[in-house]
């Protein structure tokens, strides 16, 4: 399957050289494109995680989602939420790397493009969000900071953290 996807940003990218992202509704997802989301989303957070989980939540029809192809094949996707909906401020979630991307910087360009897709969607407001504990060192590299409230979701501790404008 062939995906065509443009930069949220203004500059286009070639396929085979960096990602190339595309922020979209549910409505406009296409129906090979939420495939390749849902079974990217089962492969990382059910199967390599080894956690089962309710993935399929309700919210997927409330959300912006962000894909991020590189040549064909969808390697980062991250759920993006105005305010009122996960939490009274804007959110992200689902934040995902695909295992054969991971340590290329590809995480990194990921989140500045979902903070960046919140800004476009819903203005420059607060994002909150919902982290496994263990990145807590990753999303502070964005400004998101632990607001104390610590949890446990599906056997997995979390933080809640809050990027302030």
């Not at 476009?120 to 502070?140: C, K, M, N, S, T």
């Amino acid at each position: 399957m062939t995906f065509k996807f443009w930069s949220v940003g203004s500059s286009r990218a070639r396929e085979t050289d960096m990602p190339v992202w595309r922020l979209m509704s549910f409505d406009d997802l296409r129906v090979g494109e939420l495939y390749e989301v849902l079974r990217l989303r089962s492969e990382v957070f059910v199967v390599e995680q080894q956690c089962i989980f309710q993935d399929l939540d309700g919210h997927d029809l409330e959300a912006m989602h962000l894909l991020g192809v590189q040549g064909e094949e969808l390697k980062a996707y991250a759920r993006c939420f105005g305010p009122g909906v996960m939490f009274p401020e804007a959110s992200i979630g689902r934040v995902l790397i695909r295992q054969c991307a991971r340590g290329t910087g590809l995480g990194h360009t990921l989140m500045e493009q979902a903070v960046a897709a919140v800004n476009q969607v819903w203005g420059p407001q607060a994002i909150r969000i919902g982290a496994q504990a263990h990145l807590q060192e990753f999303y502070a590299r964005y400004g998101f900071k632990d607001v104390g409230k610590p949890y446990v979701e599906d056997g997995i501790p979390h933080l809640e953290m809050l990027l302030e404008i």
